[in-house]
């Protein structure tokens, strides 16, 4: 073999009506996508022992996102 190949992987996914291409997506909804596919192989993963679901009221705020460093 001569030499390796470079493979370029892209994903897509629906929105608005179309493919966007996911890095293309704005922050908010890539957020928010990376975190249900998150969700879905955390509790596929663990199930039956453990249920994973986004954090709401105080406890959101109080957990670390990701790019933006731990809060205070």
Same mark, same amino acid.
Do not use: C, W
């Given at each position: 073999? !001569?030499?390796?190949?470079?493979?370029?992987?892209?994903?897509?996914?629906?929105?608005?009506? =179309?493919?966007?291409?996911?890095?293309?997506?704005?922050?908010?909804?890539?957020?928010? !996508?990376?975190?249900?596919?998150?969700?879905?192989?955390?509790?596929?993963?663990? !199930?039956?022992?453990?249920?994973?679901?986004?954090?709401? =009221?105080?406890?959101?705020?109080?957990?670390?996102?990701? =790019?933006?460093?731990?809060?205070?």
């Amino acid at each position: 073999m !001569a030499g390796k190949q470079k493979i370029t992987v892209k994903s897509y996914v629906h929105y608005r009506g =179309g493919l966007v291409e996911f890095k293309d997506l704005p922050p908010e909804d890539r957020e928010r !996508a990376a975190t249900e596919l998150a969700l879905k192989y955390f509790n596929t993963l663990f !199930a039956g022992r453990a249920t994973f679901a986004v954090a709401e =009221g105080k406890d959101r705020d109080r957990l670390p996102r990701p =790019g933006r460093g731990v809060p205070e």
